[in-house]
């Protein structure tokens, strides 16, 4: 990675990265956190949280290791998260789960 980007603030940091997840595909908190240096999967769920329009992130494209949809501590999301992915092809199991072998970006 390039040295402009190691001067970014950590939530930028986050951000480049969950830019690259390519329409169809997910990658969990822990993924994202491996490619930002000084990062958590926990500070990545911060990120998403906070990612507003003007940040253009396609923060629904995170979802936990287990493959599913993290519950928000808002209550709201799942929901929309849940729509926006299934509009991008992804198919969830009957137990709410993606199948990170299958729709896995890493």
């Not at 390519?22 to 491996?34: D, I, K, L, W």
């Not at 928000?72 to 199948?99: C, K």
Request: aromatic share 10%; hydrophobic share 40%; glycine share 12%.
């Amino acid at each position: 990675m390039s040295t402009e980007f190691h001067k970014l603030p950590l939530n930028k940091r986050i951000y480049e990265i969950v830019r690259q997840i390519p329409y169809g595909y997910v990658a969990t908190y822990g993924q994202v956190s491996r490619l930002v240096p000084g990062s958590t999967p926990r500070l990545v769920g911060f990120a998403m949280a906070s990612a507003g329009k003007e940040d253009d992130v396609p923060w629904h494209r995170v979802i936990n290791a287990k493959g599913k949809i993290s519950a928000r501590s808002s209550g709201g999301g799942s929901e929309i998260q849940r729509l926006m992915l299934e509009e991008e092809g992804i198919l969830f199991t009957a137990y709410g789960v993606i199948e990170l072998d299958r729709y896995g970006w890493l």
